[in-house]
């Protein structure tokens, strides 16, 4: 029986290592995220035809700014953009571009789900612990701070778990590596850290710029919001952790999932 189960042992350590391979494909991590973009986008010309709300998420935002600078214009711009980035990526990771089995879809589900739970605990922790304020854009009450409803919340959840995260950690935290590996010629795990503390720090301070919904205002307001900074620049740390270790579906589905959780849990049990 000992050559047997070492037999099962060897294939069950290459469906993992499969597993691994296949869900962390750049890819993959598109296809796995795809039905995201579609809620997110979808929602939008709902909330604007129906609701009469022109909400969206802030990345988003940002980048068709950019691009119309350059003159370019017209609607899913940024998700074209997305598209283009991750076919480059694809090719430039020399990782083959065929399409996993139905079951790694499933697990990398399930994966996504467990490892949002740390960010969403931490995020209870510093309810407890602060003056910590949740985003006024995850309020769920209607007629609330942010007049949103729980679907414009849930709409606005999907958008932000793949656009932060194709921003913050695939290009601005691959432009930092980039840049360290290049031109500071710093290599392996210390460049990997650095960039990671650069884009978590920058990641927070994206929730208070003007005009956002947490906008601080002058260094006397930078103190009310100082644990909501913590917790993001926490989470920023985490989330660029998954990415390097699991690859962007993984990352954007564990920070999609996350915001779920708290647009799901707000619904359930609001906080006065």
């Not at 709409?155 to 935290?173: D, K, N, P, Q, T």
């Not at 994206?206 to 601080?216: F, I, K, M, R």
Request: proline share 5%; charged share 15%; hydrophobic share 55%.
């Amino acid at each position: 029986m000992e050559p047997l189960s070492r037999a099962e042992g060897i294939e069950s350590r290459g469906g993992y290592q499969s597993y691994l391979a296949d869900s962390s494909a750049p890819l993959a991590g598109l296809y796995f995220t795809l039905p995201l973009f579609i809620v997110y986008h979808v929602g939008l010309w709902w909330l604007n035809t129906f609701a009469g709300l022109r909400w969206a998420n802030a990345v988003d935002i940002a980048i068709g700014d950019v691009l119309g600078r350059f003159g370019l214009a017209g609607p899913l711009l940024s998700f074209m953009l997305v598209i283009i980035v991750f076919i480059l990526t694809q090719t430039l990771s020399g990782k083959p571009a065929r399409r996993p089995p139905p079951h790694t879809w499933l697990l990398m589900i399930l994966e996504s789900l467990i490892l949002s739970l740390p960010v969403f605990l931490l995020s209870r922790l510093a309810l407890k612990l602060g003056d910590y304020i949740r985003p006024a854009f995850l309020s769920t009450l209607e007629g609330g701070e942010s007049g949103l409803s729980w679907a414009a919340s849930l709409i606005l959840s999907c958008g932000a778990g793949v656009y932060e995260e194709f921003f913050f950690r695939l290009l601005l935290m691959g432009a930092i590596i980039l840049f360290m590996n290049k031109v500071l010629r710093l290599k392996g795990g210390w460049s990997n850290f650095l960039a990671a503390c650069i884009q978590a720090v920058l990641f927070a301070a994206s929730h208070h710029l003007p005009g956002g919904p947490e906008e601080v205002a002058d260094w006397s307001g930078a103190w009310n919001v100082l644990p909501a900074f913590a917790f993001r620049t926490a989470a920023g740390l985490y989330f660029a952790f998954v990415y390097l270790e699991r690859g962007f579906g993984i990352a954007a589905g564990s920070h999609a999932g996350y915001d779920l959780l708290v647009v799901a849990l707000d619904l359930l049990m609001p906080l006065d």
